[in-house]
């Protein structure tokens, strides 16, 4: 697909299919949902269509009648689309279980060390005194929106205080690239793998994070050093089509399309003049990876931190996952308000 062939009427095209392929998708009330959703609530904000949130209310509506899971790290993801809902229609009961997460995160939230969060993906102890970059997109994100939205300045501190320590316990000193975990017990990186996906979350969320603090804020200059540097990093990376491989520097591991969408979107939002081709090339790789029903391929299952590289490359990438879905909505939602002039 030639760039001068790229219309945001297309890319809007693109977003209303991928909205309703994944609205066929029967989610729990958990992350993959978390993200998913977010997509949506970032295609309603692109495009204006007031029946994707029509349907989001829908689907919220029908699982609180069946009843909520106990709250983990990474079911907070859910809170994100409670505060657009709440945002977009104005209902209460919105923003009440949305605090109702964001205080489970900063009141009765598994931590370690420096209170730190511990990822947690159940009620049980399963990756002790561990910290995921999974968790700033699952928590600490949504966290810092809750306490900016309510001015919640113990919630907007605790945030910024995850993002501080897992640029700390994770960010390379050399690459700057993001490693995966990071076990507080051994105080190693486990495998010590650049996971693409991983890198997405990080950089987008500290792109988001920059929107909503300034310069008044003392861990601004760090959450934005920590991006450029690794921002820099992976524009380095990026293949001939425009994706990223599941493990940043092994070029013989996929290409993986959740990963590429996350580090596009958060290319975008940061908004460095000279990444622009580098977004236009990530939007090509993503598209070509997205079928006439909406169904965003070549997304890696979900991962844990595996033991080595050569697990990482074999995880699968068969099935439609709402990672994908949601990180591709939100990089669509993205071009198409940021990207394409008014005339496109």
Known sequence: MKENNITKELIFEYIDRIVDRTFAIDFTWDWPAG????????????????SYLERLEQWVATYRRVGLPPFTVNACAMGHTLLTLYEGTGKQEYLDLAVEKATYLHERAVRFGDKVFQH??????????????????????????????????????????????????LQDERTNLFYHGWDNIHKNHMSSVFWARGNAWAALTMAEALKLIDYTYPMFMQIDGALRDQLSALVRLQSESGLWHTVLTDPTS???????????????????????????????????????????????????????????????????QGWGQGLALVFLSYYGIHCMQPEE
């Open 254 to 320: 996929y290409e993986e399309v959740s990963a590429s969408s996350g580090i596009g979107a958060a290319l975008i939002r940061y908004g460095h003049p000279l990444h622009r081709a580098y977004v236009d090339r990530a939007l090509h790789g993503v598209l070509a990876h997205i079928d006439e029903d909406g169904s965003v391929r070549d997304v890696s299952a979900g991962t844990a931190v595996m033991a080595d590289a050569e697990a990482y490359k074999q995880v699968p990438k068969k099935r439609v």
């Open 35 to 50: 993200v998913a959703f977010h997509g949506v609530c970032k295609a309603w904000e692109a495009t204006g269509k007031e």
């Open 120 to 169: 947690t993906v159940s009620t049980k102890n399963d990756f002790p005194e561990q910290a995921w970059v999974d968790t700033l997109f699952m928590a600490a994100y949504f966290l810092l929106r809750m306490g900016r939205k309510l001015d919640n300045k113990a919630w907007v501190e605790d945030a910024l205080h995850q993002y501080y320590w897992h640029e700390e316990l």
